[in-house]
DNA sequence: CTGAAAGCGCTTACAG
DNA sequence: CTGAAAGCGCTTACAG
């Protein structure tokens, strides 16, 4: 591995002149810039990474939160590996390279505060798991560019990057009613997380807006999963006046409800629509076809990516990203050529 | 943030000996061990990694190469966030920390190598794209510890892990065979791929063993996507003797036939029996349930961080690692009690 | 068991 | 536009 001093050597400057060919080239000389960036290539200098971060407490990389792990079981986000794609080509991209930050064995409150200052990283982007975790609150709390996605985070470098939940839902009930649907009833997220409570919100507003009454047994909560879009929808299936529509908060609860329909020998979207959230591959997949709020899922990273970014090189925090939610429309609000 | 130095002091030591209770605890005596750790943890200090991995040459972090972006599309692990889960894990509680790679813009064919050299990186993983990327080769020609997954990879310190492909392809005809079918087909993945070939080479030994005849037109290449599978399928009912029943070498594939063979008029398991291989989530969603090979996901993950630290702490290049794929019975080929 | 000293490979005022 | 020099925060023979 060549050396800053060897490269030097090699072409007769000092280390100073070498590092500012790659840290400010405009600021040398053109044909010893071009001896240099040649002789680099030649002798296949590189850089040391480390060296520099060291000099500059900086060190271009970026950490991902994603706490997830086998004995956490149970939570997978529905689109990962897009937002990781999104984020990965955005950053790299503008030169950064992303760090997956694991909690440590001993787990402190500070780990991820912790790992940010021993690596000098330059930011760190959160993806929420649906659970409140205590490591993330020094972390917000310092003055370590943070964003995250789906929550939003309380400290002076922080942001985050959302659907447009609310408006998401509002669309789903819209697009019901515009179908002739008037008993519309929705399968909720958590409420206590942030796109849960958000889609809640914009289905009450539109119904609102409508003038459908509020019935407040037409609310069910589910938890984003499948098996509780078919418990939710059952105990639908069972009311005096059941729903002629759904509006599930999430496209695997939608399919889990799809079944409870198919179940009780009831046909969608003939006696019953159906829309989900988040156009996950599944929606496409199966009959007859779902419509959904389809999330912006490379969005998510490339904002992500844009935002913390910013707050890296301006100083200033970016407000918080909301990304639109097309309507997707399938079968299961009205009919598919495809099915 | 307190430096080495400001600790030592304040222990009244010196720093050398504070870096000997960071990295060769038993060598100090056991007070001022004490002494130092406490204190360190009263100020809050951390060891700066950029530091010590410029005077050791070693960063602790694994390079994750995982070729694929917004401009390459089409390409999804069947189970990428399962791995990832996998790796992230076992290598955190080695204390590694994992370096997404991105190939850079430049694009040369050395990319991977030169991001490895400058970040010091100890080893690298590699999942298989099912592309071939040059930027591999001067990777695996190097000295750097690889390890890959799903391809065998060349070069003085690489090895890999992968499923049990031929042996699960076996199994398959095995079962298939088992619940009294004789005409079984097979949509393999494309064979320029290693697991496609893999699971093509069981089929037709356990074919040739259980002395089922050897039919050409029984064997149709697919991609291992769902609508591949579809029309494979199609292929096959338009035989004079279509099969009673098809292995597909992905669950995805198997999907895209089930559709098909429901399309046609036909049921699974009764008129055709399916086998899938992976065992995905949907496998288990899917009506009937689709039989399938579980590939373990955490397993490579698991068996992928043991062989890279393997190969960095003892100089030895562990043998390539074959997983088992337990065969999971659903409906697909024979009543499921849950649908 | 411990310290003084050199070294890891860069960057960056400072001076010219 | 360029160089000499100090500094970034560690580790590690070497000597005691």
Not at 142 to 161: A, W
Not at 216 to 244: C, H, I, N, Q
Not at 263 to 272: C, F, H, R, S, W
Request: charged share 25%; net charge negative; hydrophobic share 40%.
């Amino acid at each position: 591995m060549a050396t800053i001093r060897e490269l030097a050597r090699l072409c007769g400057v000092s280390s100073a002149t070498v590092s500012r060919v790659f840290n400010n080239p405009e600021v040398v000389n053109a044909q010893t810039r071009e001896l240099i960036l040649s002789t680099a290539e030649r002798i296949g200098y590189l850089p040391n990474e480390s060296a520099r971060t060291l000099a500059t407490k900086r060190s271009r990389m970026v950490g991902l939160i994603w706490d997830t792990d086998h004995r956490r079981p149970g939570w997978r986000h529905p689109f990962f590996q897009e937002i990781l794609i999104g984020l990965k080509t955005a950053l790299s991209e503008r030169g950064y390279h992303l760090l997956m930050l694991a909690t440590s064995e001993d787990g402190t409150p500070d780990d991820f505060l912790r790992a940010v200052r021993r690596h000098n990283l330059d930011g760190v982007v959160f993806i929420d798991n649906g659970r409140d975790d205590p490591s993330l609150q020094p972390l917000a709390a310092s003055e370590v560019p943070c964003v995250s996605l789906d929550r939003p985070i309380q400290g002076p470098r922080t942001t985050y990057v959302t659907s447009d939940n609310a408006d998401g839902a509002r669309e789903a009930v819209r697009h019901l009613h515009a179908t002739g649907r008037r008993v519309i009833a929705t399968i909720t997220g958590p409420t206590r997380t942030r796109p849960g409570a958000e889609r809640l919100r914009g289905y009450l507003e539109e119904m609102a807006a409508l003038g459908l009454a509020h019935r407040p047994e037409l609310v069910v909560e589910g938890d984003f999963y499948l098996s509780s879009g078919y418990a939710a929808m059952r105990a639908l299936l069972e009311l005096e006046e059941p729903p002629d529509a759904v509006f599930a908060a999430g496209d695997e609860m939608a399919i889990g409800a799809l079944r409870a329909v198919t179940e009780a020998g009831l046909k969608v979207p003939e006696d019953i629509a159906l829309v989900g959230f988040d156009d996950i591959e599944l929606a496409a997949l199966v009959p007859p076809g779902l419509t959904t709020l389809a999330q912006d899922k490379a969005g998510f990273g490339t904002a992500a990516a844009a935002a913390v970014i910013t707050m890296i090189n301006e100083d200033v925090t970016p407000p918080p990203r909301l990304l639109p939610t097309p309507l997707v429309v399938r079968g299961s609000t009205g009919p598919d050529p495809r099915f």
